[in-house]
């Protein structure tokens, strides 16, 4: 079992930038592939970036591809996403989410392979 915990959002204007953090509870972290979502109001939770157990792999949503980078500090038990250049349309419930210990990233953009979850931190930004 992995507790997670983010936090960083907050209300930026269009062109600003925030970073994300996600600690893990234990000291299992390093088997973990994670990955971030996020949950715009009346819309479906979707997949934003991915990351592997090792951090050597990223993987991200096109419309965030060059803008965000995720990133890990398995010393630290965290998980970053640093978010460049942000637009209005980013507005959302940002949560991070990690999968089953030491599986594969095969579906990474898929909700349902992340088993735990933390409880959001909310991000806005305004045009």
């Known amino acids: 079992q992995v507790h997670l915990v983010e936090s960083g959002g907050g209300l930026v204007q269009a062109g600003g930038s925030l970073r994300l953090s996600c600690a893990a509870s234990?000291?299992?972290?390093?088997?973990?592939?994670m990955g971030w979502f996020r949950q715009a109001p009346g819309k479906e939770r979707v997949f934003v970036a991915a990351i592997t157990m090792s951090g050597l792999s990223t993987f991200y949503e096109d419309s965030v591809k060059g803008r965000f980078i995720i990133s890990r500090d398995n010393a630290k038990n965290t998980m970053y996403l640093q978010m460049n250049s942000l637009k209005p349309e980013d507005t959302a419930e940002y949560y991070c989410?990690?999968?089953?210990?030491?599986?594969?990233?095969?579906?990474?953009?898929?909700?349902?392979?992340?088993?735990?979850w933390g409880q959001g931190t909310q991000v806005t930004v305004s045009s």
């Open positions: 989410a990690a999968r089953r210990q030491y599986s594969s990233m095969s579906r990474y953009d898929q909700r349902d392979e992340y088993v735990h």
């Open positions: 234990g000291r299992t972290f390093s088997s973990y592939g």
